[in-house]
């Protein structure tokens, strides 16, 4: 049984690779991580172990799937499920050009039986959840019986978990983020589909930012996903950590070492280059004295020739004293 509820890390394309992930777990020992977006394509024929490694240390990890065929997205779950991943999500939320093109993301709302097809050939295909992660409604589709009727036909293929983005997608006119900004946030719409399947499992997720307004809707959801404000802010993480599950964690100082330990074991290993990991650190003292000083020099001295993981030593100077 799950703890209740559950904190996690929304997939975000760009930021949350898995040197972002390896931070969050740094702070977080809880929340559950996923993966940017990975398409069927770029795993059936792309670099397979370029797209899904990652470190032990993140589990739970999560990953989350572009696609729209259920043969591919079998397979992909399967490659999944190989590399050890704890879970396999579909993008049913993404409302960009390149995805609609692909026919995956968002636009699948509109094809729930093609949906349900996808998640029964991926539970199918693999013994570890499979769940969906989808948007309250799309273009003129935004009314109850809409995001009823996408639920109800996974549902009938055994899938249990929704992750709601409670705000519905414009496809076209919104650039993707304009569409995570401008159609209003509806809670009560998400809490509806818990309220109508106690059974199921229903993570909230859209402009969660505040320790309290999680506490406060708490009762109505199984589990909160973060997106922006934790990359941004990544030690809203440890302020839910404590709240929730009552869990100190580390020290942001500590927590930047550690981070400076994992950046030169993944340049000894990989060639990794410095300054596309601490590019995720950046947020760290968000809001302390001194976080501007320490946000400018991550973003200029890992990008000098000769730079090494000492660049945090040189950030830290200006906000530990
Ligand atoms: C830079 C960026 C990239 C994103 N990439 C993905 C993605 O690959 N898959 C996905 O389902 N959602 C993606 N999203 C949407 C987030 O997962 C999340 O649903 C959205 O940001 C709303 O949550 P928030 O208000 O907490 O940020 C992305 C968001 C951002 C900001």
């Not at 009560?188 to 499992?201: D, F, G, N, S």
Request: hydrophobic share 35%; charged share 25%.
């Amino acid at each position: 049984m799950k703890n209740k509820p559950e904190i996690s890390v929304a997939p975000m394309m760009d930021w949350t690779d898995r040197h972002c992930r390896y931070l969050h777990r740094l702070i977080s020992p809880n929340a559950r991580l996923y993966t940017e977006m990975v398409t069927t394509g770029a795993l059936l024929h792309g670099d397979v172990d370029r797209h899904l490694r990652f470190d032990e240390a993140e589990h739970p990890v999560a990953l989350q799937l572009g696609g729209s065929n259920p043969d591919d997205l079998a397979k992909a779950a399967e490659l999944g499920q190989q590399y050890g991943y704890d879970e396999i999500n579909l993008n049913c939320g993404c409302p960009s050009d390149r995805v609609q093109n692909g026919r995956f993301g968002a636009c699948l709302m509109k094809e729930p039986e093609l949906v349900a097809d996808c998640m029964a050939a991926m539970n199918a295909a693999v013994d570890i959840p499979v769940t969906i992660k989808c948007r309250i409604g799309i273009d003129a589709y935004d009314d109850w019986d809409f995001l009823k009727t996408f639920v109800d036909k996974s549902v009938d293929k055994n899938i249990i978990t929704f992750i709601i983005h409670a705000r519905k997608a414009w496809l076209s006119g919104l650039s993707p983020k304009e569409n995570r900004e401008i159609p209003p946030l509806d809670y009560e719409r998400a809490a509806l589909v818990k309220e109508t399947y106690p059974h199921l499992w229903i993570v909230l997720n859209g402009g969660l930012t505040h320790t309290p307004q999680i506490v406060k809707l708490r009762d109505k959801f199984d589990g909160f996903m973060i997106g922006r404000e934790a990359y941004s802010n990544p030690m809203f993480l440890a302020e839910l950590e404590e709240e929730l599950h009552g869990q100190t964690t580390r020290s942001r100082k500590d927590i930047a070492l550690a981070y400076k330990t994992y950046m030169r074991a993944q340049h000894d290993k990989y060639g990794t280059p410095f300054k596309s990991m601490t590019r995720h650190i950046l947020g760290l003292y968000h809001g302390q004295p001194g976080a501007r000083g320490f946000r400018r020099a991550l973003s200029t001295l890992p990008y000098e020739d000769g730079a090494t993981e000492s660049v945090i030593d040189e950030a830290l100077k200006f906000v530990e004293g």
